[in-house]
Nanobody, 124 residues
Framework: QVQLVETGGGLVQPGGSLRLSCAAQ????????MGWYRQAPGKQRELVAT???????NYADSVKGRFTGSRDNAKNMIYLQMNNLKPEDTAVYSC??????????????????WGQGTLVTVSS
């Protein structure tokens, strides 16, 4: 009933930029914290950035100064602008959201949702 759809991954050279977008779709009443996570091959998933409903971001130390997260509450969307990309940024990036939605009976329910992931490859 609620899904997250990510777009914007791809192949980029070191030093390049990419912008990821994530749209929350469904019978959403409100969204709480939204964020981006990534998982590199052979590694555990790690936090990249989270953004509160008020727009306050929190970043992993490894991306501070290079990545910028933002959100559009009216559109239930979150973005990640990635600049000065490095090979170690190569990973599958997934968005995450904690939402309140209405089910088929009109009942409000809490749900944590994950996107399907989009691959970002930084290589020359």
């Amino acid at each position: 009933q609620v899904q997250l759809v990510e777009t914007g991954g791809g192949l980029v050279q070191p030093g390049g930029s990419l912008r990821l977008s994530c749209a929350a779709q469904g019978r959403i009443f409100s969204t709480n914290v939204m964020g981006w996570y990534r998982q590199a091959p052979g590694k555990q998933r790690e936090l990249v950035a989270t953004i509160t409903p008020g727009g306050n971001p929190n970043y992993a130390d490894s991306v501070k100064g290079r990545f910028t997260g933002s959100r559009d509450n009216a559109k239930n969307m979150i973005y990640l602008q990635m600049n000065n990309l490095k090979p170690e940024d190569t990973a599958v990036y997934s968005c995450n959201a904690k939402v309140i939605y209405t089910d088929d009976y009109g009942t409000y329910r809490n749900l944590e949702v994950w996107g399907q992931g989009t691959l970002v490859t930084v290589s020359s």
